[in-house]
């Protein structure tokens, strides 16, 4: 796969995701890996109206290449990389129901959502969490990085943040975060209509 079909996946991925109002503004940001580099979408681009030159070329190790200034959120997309060689592409977003389901008290932080079907756990395996610092600060950036150490998952869910899931193309980190997210709706509903949190493991 060439660069540019790897950019119009990109964009095809965050405009499926605004449509499906999975984003809102300008406050999600995805990244992909090509030729030892790491393209992630610039700071303030709207998923719904993202073209191949809101992409920012960085280096593995986070220096800025070419293109238009990074997101903020870079170093995150980069410590997940550097945790797992299987992925290839990581997707930020601040859903609505992983945000939500971040703020139930006694979350596991090694598998911090329920495995009320068994889809989230054939797809993504174990969910880590990471605690709250303020978005874009070092804080949350060095908190974001043990995490990967402590836990070798392929997605974690930010307290009151959101989540960020990896994959091995961007199309897989899509279907990765789309699953994390209907996870996390139906943990949501459980706990709310019934005060059941669901349950950790499905049985054999």
Not at 132 to 158: D, I, N, V
Not at 163 to 178: H, K, Q, R, T, W
Request: hydrophobic letters at 35%; proline letters at 4%.
């Amino acid at each position: 796969m060439d660069w540019g079909t790897h950019v119009a996946e990109a964009v095809e991925a965050a405009r499926f995701l605004f449509l499906r109002n999975k984003v809102s503004g300008s406050s999600a940001n995805l990244s992909f890996l090509y030729g030892g580099k790491c393209y992630i979408t610039c700071s303030g681009a709207c998923f719904g109206r993202l073209e191949k030159e809101d992409f920012s070329e960085l280096t593995m190790e986070g220096e800025w290449v070419s293109g238009k200034k990074p997101s903020k959120e870079w170093p995150v997309h980069l410590a997940l990389y550097q945790s797992r060689q299987d992925i290839q592409a990581v997707i930020h977003t601040h859903g609505r129901y992983g945000v939500l389901w971040s703020f139930e008290a006694k979350l596991d932080p090694d598998d911090c959502i329920p495995h009320n079907t068994p889809y989230l756990q054939m797809k993504v395996g174990k969910v880590g969490l990471v605690d709250y610092h303020m978005p874009g600060s070092r804080e949350l950036f060095e908190a974001f990085k043990a995490r990967t150490h402590q836990c070798k998952a392929k997605a974690y869910l930010l307290k009151q943040h959101g989540p960020i899931v990896g994959g091995s193309c961007v199309m897989d980190a899509f279907y990765n975060l789309e699953e994390l997210e209907e996870a996390c709706a139906i943990a949501w509903g459980l706990q709310k209509t019934s005060g059941h949190k669901g349950i950790k493991q499905r049985p054999a």
